[in-house]
C-alpha cells in the first residue's frame, strides 16, 4: 500500500452521519491504523441521495467517488483501490469507470459558495487556510478601509440570503453610520423553515467561512462582538463552531488586535430553542437578550437600536459564507453570476419528490426546469411533476407550468413565490395542493407567537377553513373567504410570519383552484390524499389471499382467510393506507369519487 499516493476523505455532516457514514469513517480509520495513511473527515458535499460518501484522490488530481456505502464497502475500497489499485466500479458514483448519470448533478451547478463543502476538513483550520481562507480578511484589514470593503459588497450585488433578499451593503452602511461606539454583528443560522438546511450544511461543512464573513462584516460596521444565534437542534454545527472560534482564536484571528491591526473581534454562540419565529430579527435579539422571542415594531430597525439597543447588523450564515469568496474573486469577478437584479450564485436544498435530493448551488436565475430535471434528475416516482414550493411554510407553490421561471428574486415575486431562504420542496401528481395549504399554515399557526391579532386569529381561522374543506365539509362560500382573510393576516400583522403565512394558501389557490372547488362542491380530493375523501378497496381479480394486509391494519378492518380474497369494512377503516404500503400485489386500490351534491 502506498501511503502517499491517495486521499480518503468521508462526508461526515449530519446527513452523512444519518445514512450511517460514521461507521464507515470507524470501520476504515481502524483498517488503517498501521498505516500513514489517514482517512479525512469532510463536511457534505450535496450529494445527500448516494451517502454515505467516500471520495479516493489519486496523487495525479483523479477522484474517484464512491456512493451508497456500507461499512463493509469501506474496506473493501482499501482493500482493492488503495491495496491493489483497482477501483471498485461497482461502488462509483463518480470517476472514470462509472456508469452512472450522476455527472449532471453537477454541471449545471455552479460552486463558490459551497466549493469546500465535502472538500476540507471542517475541524481542522489549516485546511481551510490552505483553501485560500481568511486570506479575504487579510486583504480587508491590510489593504482596505471599511468604507472600501462596504463598497465592494455594494459592487457584488449582494442581497440577504435569508429571505427578504435586502441589500447587505445598505444594512452594513447603515448600521456604521449609526452612532454609538458598542456595535453587533449577529448571525442567523435559526434555520426554521421545514425541510431546509443549507444554512446547517454550510456551518457544518465550512465553518470558518462563515466566522470570516462575520470578522469582515464586524471591521466593516464598526462592530468587536458577534453573535451566532442558532438552533440547539444543530449539535454537530454548534460542535464545529466551538471548534473553529477556539482554533481561529490561537492562529490571533479571533480576539485582540487581528492580524497585528487594531481591530477586535469576538464570537459568542447562543443556542436557539427552535422557534420558527425567532429566526425574525428583532424576536431574535429579544432571545438573545434573554427574554421571550417576540418581534416589535420597526423602526427603529435594529441598524439604529438592536441588541442590547446598539445598532446591529444581523446577517443570514449563507450571506456571510458569501463575504470571504467577494472579497477574494473581486466583485466585478462575483457579479458577472447571476441575473441583473439577483447576482450571485444561491444555495437550495433539495428535497420531496426528487431523484437526485440534497444540496445544491445555482447562478441566480436558473430556471425551475433545469434544476427539477437537469440537476435532481427529474420526479423520483416517475408520476408526473405537479409543482414546487419555494421559501418553506411562507413562501409559494408553482406549478409546473410555470417550470420555465428564473429562480431570482424579482421572477418568483411576479408569479406570487419568494425565495426564501432556499428550501426547495418537489412534488408530484399525487400531492393534493388543498392539503399541502393545510399542512403549512398548521406550522404557521402554531408557530404564531400569538402578540398580535391578525395572525394569531386569522391564521387559526383560516387553519379552520382549509380543515374542513379537507374533511369533506367545505361550504360554497370558503374559497372566497379564505382568499378574504389571506388579505388581511398578510396586511396586518406586525411581522414577516404572519405577513407571509398566507402565500401557500393564496398561491395554491391562484394556480389550483380547480381542486380546491373539486373538494368543495363536489367532495372530492382528485390527489386522492384526504382522508375523509377516499375509500380503500380490494381488487378481487388482484387479490391472492397472502393476509399481509389483514395483519398490518392497526384497527383490524380487513378480513379474509388465508388463499381467499379479503375484503375493507369501509366504516372501521381510518384511511391509513398501511394496506397499500403493504400489499405486494397492487391489489388494494384507492379511490375518491366526485358527487354531484343537490
Ligand atoms: C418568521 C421569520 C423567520 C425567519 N427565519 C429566518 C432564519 O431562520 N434564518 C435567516 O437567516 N433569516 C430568517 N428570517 C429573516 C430574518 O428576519 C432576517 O431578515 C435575515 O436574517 C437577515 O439576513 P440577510 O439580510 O442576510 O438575509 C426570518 C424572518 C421571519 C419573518
New binding site residues.
Partial sequence: MQDDKYRIKVGLATCGIASGAAKVYQVMQERLKDSKLKVERTGCLGMCYNEPLVEVIEAGGQSYLYGNLEPKDGLRIIDEHIGHGKPVVELLVLGQEAETDDQNFLEKQHRILLKNCGRIDPEEIQSYIDADGYKGLKKALQQMTPEEVIEEIKSSGLR?????G?P?HL?WSFTRQAGGTQKYIIC?A????PGAFM?RSVLEGDTHSVLEGMLIAGYAIGASVGYVYIRAEYPLAIHRLKIAIRQAEARGLLGEKILGSDFNFEVIIREGAGA??C???TALIMSIEGKRGMPRFRPPFPAQQGLFDCPTS????E?FANVPRILNLGASTYNVLGTEESKGTKVFALAGKIKRGGLIEIPMGTTINEIVFDIGGGISTGKPFKAVQTGGPSGGCIPAELGDTPMDYESLKKIGAIMG?GGLLVMDEDTCMVDVARYFLSFTRKESCGKCTFCRVGTNQMLKILERITEGEGREEDVDLLVELAEKVKAGSL???GQTAPNPVLTTIRYFRSEYDAHVKEKYCPAKKCKSLITYEIDTTACTGCTLCARNCPVDAITGKKKEVHKIDPLTCISCGLCVNSCKFAAVTVDSKPRQLV
Fill in positions: 440577504g440570503r435569508g429571505g427578504a435586502f447587505t444594512k442567523n435559526d434555520e426554521g423553515d444554512d420558527f419565529v429566526g425574525e430579527e444581523i446577517n443570514n450564515v450571506t431562504s411581522c414577516g410570519l
